[in-house]
Each structure stands twice: as structure tokens, then as C-alpha cells.
């Protein structure tokens, strides 16, 4: 089992930026994660993942170069830096752990066994 329990979320203006966290208790080693976001009427999608090591990152296309995946020295938290924020980013941004111990980072929501609760960002304009 794997907890996850996310912050960092909040309004920003078009432009801003936001630093979002994510930590993780329980089995955690070998665990890779990922960021995924969710919009009103919007099927979840994926934003950005990294894997246990931290040497590989993912990344959603729609975020390249504007958002940053990374994680803490002790492997169990996973931090979001999102920059250049724009309206289109509003979103509950949730944080997701795939157990696997898979090779490679998935992209897939259905890969990823556990969930944290979700955490509001909204960006105006």
C-alpha cells in the first residue's frame, strides 16, 4: 500500500507560478509517480511523471518546458514547478504512484494503482 497526500495547490494569475508536493508512505521503493489533472467536463490526463531513481522524467506535450518534474532526496516526495501559467491549466492536479516496478514511466491513468486526493489550481486571466 502506498499513501499520497498532495499541497501546494491555490489561485494564480495568468503568468504565476505554483510549486506543488506530493508525499508518499508505505511501500514506496522501486515506486515510480506521476502528476495527472483533471478539468471540469475533461477526461484525466497525464502531465508528468518520473521514475523511482529519478533519472527519467515524462512529460505531457502540452507542458514541456513550462512545468518541471522532480524528487526529494529521500525518493518519497515528488514536487511539480509549474511555470507560465496560463487559464487553460485550471485544474485538480492529483498525484499517482505505480507500484509495478515498471521500466518505463507510464502515461496510462490505469497503470497507476494509488491516488492521492487531488489538489485545486486555478489560474485566471
Known amino acids: 500500500q502506498v499513501q499520497l497526500v498532495e499541497s501546494g495547490g491555490g489561485l494564480v494569475q495568468a503568468g504565476g507560478s505554483l510549486r506543488l508536493s506530493c508525499a508518499a508512505s508505505g511501500r514506496t521503493f522501486g515506486v515510480a509517480m506521476a502528476w495527472f489533472r483533471q478539468a471540469p467536463g475533461r477526461e484525466r490526463e497525464f502531465v508528468a511523471g518520473?521514475?523511482?531513481?529519478?533519472?527519467?522524467?515524462v512529460y505531457a506535450d502540452a507542458v514541456k518546458g513550462q512545468f518541471t518534474i522532480s524528487k526529494g532526496n529521500a525518493r518519497n516526495t515528488v514536487s511539480l514547478q509549474m511555470n507560465s501559467l496560463r487559464p487553460e491549466d485550471t485544474a485538480v492536479y492529483f498525484c499517482a504512484a505505480d507500484a509495478h516496478l515498471s521500466v518505463v514511466v507510464s502515461t496510462v491513468p490505469a497503470q497507476y494503482e494509488y491516488w492521492g486526493q487531488g489538489t485545486q489550481v486555478t489560474v485566471s486571466s
Open positions: 518520473i521514475n523511482w531513481s529519478g533519472g527519467t522524467t
